[in-house]
């Protein structure tokens, strides 16, 4: 079994700061592409950001300049620094990992349970 268990999220003030944490925790052979996707109330879910295991990043036009994604192979572990804060990140944010396990040989998708983001003053 494979869980991915986000932290960090929370109510800030607009212009504040939040990190995300995501663990991978369980029979993990190798991750590959982790990231970040976020879903606000009536609107379809969204990618965030992601993160190669090599250290390759890719941001939302919507994003970019304000959020970090990060990761910590030795710990299965993908971060979002979110910084300058707006209303309009108010969302659920789920990390996503593709991943092998050790019974498989097949690539996965796996999702977190999801953090709530709000943003608002």
């Known amino acids: 079994q494979v869980q991915l268990v986000e932290s960090g999220g929370g109510l800030v003030q607009p212009g504040g700061s939040l990190r995300l944490s995501c663990a991978a925790s369980?029979?993990?052979?190798?991750?590959?592409?982790m990231g970040w996707y976020r879903q606000a109330p009536g609107k379809q879910r969204e990618l965030v950001a992601t993160i190669t295991s090599g250290g390759s990043t890719n941001y939302s036009d919507s994003v970019k300049g304000r959020f970090t994604i990060s990761r910590d192979n030795a710990k299965n572990t993908v971060y979002l620094q979110m910084n300058s804060l707006k209303p309009e990140d108010t969302a659920v944010y789920y990390c996503?990992?593709?991943?092998?396990?050790?019974?498989?040989?097949?690539?996965?998708?796996?999702w977190g349970q999801g953090t709530q983001v709000t943003v608002s003053s």
């Open positions: 996503n990992a593709d991943l092998r396990t050790y019974t498989s040989w097949y690539w996965v998708d796996y």
């Open positions: 369980g029979s993990i052979f190798r991750i590959n592409g």
